[in-house]
């Protein structure tokens, strides 16, 4: 049976939506929302960075709208985030790590879409870090929250390494997934890192 990398794609893609979807949900149980609440901000969340990508491209109408499975793991995913957050000891931690996992997802899909729809590396690279970002913008501005990739801790620059390492990966040729994967856990690895030892760009206007 030959080896389908359009269902893999898929599987990370609705993979990010989902854990972007309960992201979103968890930062609507911080700020104590309903059901309906969860389900709005979890799908926005989840969505927001495919959406604006597929505008951008003019890939329309957008995935959602073509196949509304993508909705429907957005809804479900919060609806049970709606159950589940109760029980979590910390969801600010448990909304760090979810991010964490969404980005680092997005990355890899988004640049491959972007590369798929026949854009250079340059602006593959920018449809990565768009798919992976802008959903948590989203999330934030409708929760009203710090913006996430306005921390100190490497953010953005996770998601340009994995989408960098997914490109340099795909131009050698390898077999199966292994640029999808590799682009995943170098972005993952290195968000990681940053939020465990604190992890910084220089920046003179914070040094000064």
């Known amino acids: 049976m030959p080896f389908d990398i359009t269902a893999v794609v898929n599987i990370m893609g609705l993979s990010a939506v989902a854990v972007f979807a309960v992201s979103g949900a968890l930062d ?94 340059l602006i593959a690279v920018c449809m990565g870090v768009m798919t992976g970002s802008f959903g948590g913008i989203a999330r934030d501005l409708l929760c009203g929250s710090n913006l996430t990739l306005m921390n100190e801790e490497l953010y953005i620059t996770t998601i340009m390494a994995g989408s960098v390492t997914y490109l ?3 131009s050698f040729n390898l077999p199966y997934s292994y640029d999808l994967v590799g682009g995943f856990l170098v972005a993952f690895t290195l968000r990681a890192l940053a939020i465990r030892f604190n992890i910084k760009l220089p920046n003179i206007y914070r040094d000064r």
Do not use: H
Request: include cysteine; charge should be positive; glycine fraction near 12%.
């Open 28 to 121: 609507a149980a911080r700020q104590k929302m309903d059901i309906l609440g969860f389900m709005l901000i979890g799908t926005a969340t989840g969505l927001g960075g495919g959406t604006l990508r597929d505008l951008v491209l003019g890939n329309l109408p957008v995935l959602w709208i073509r196949e509304p499975i993508w909705i429907i793991v957005c809804l479900v995913a919060s609806a049970v985030t709606y159950f589940i957050a109760p029980k979590l000891a910390s969801l600010s931690r448990a909304l760090i790590w979810m991010d964490a996992i969404g980005i680092a997802l997005f990355a890899v899909v988004g640049t491959k879409i972007g590369l798929d729809f026949g854009t250079s590396p």
């Open 168 to 170: 340099t990966l795909n």
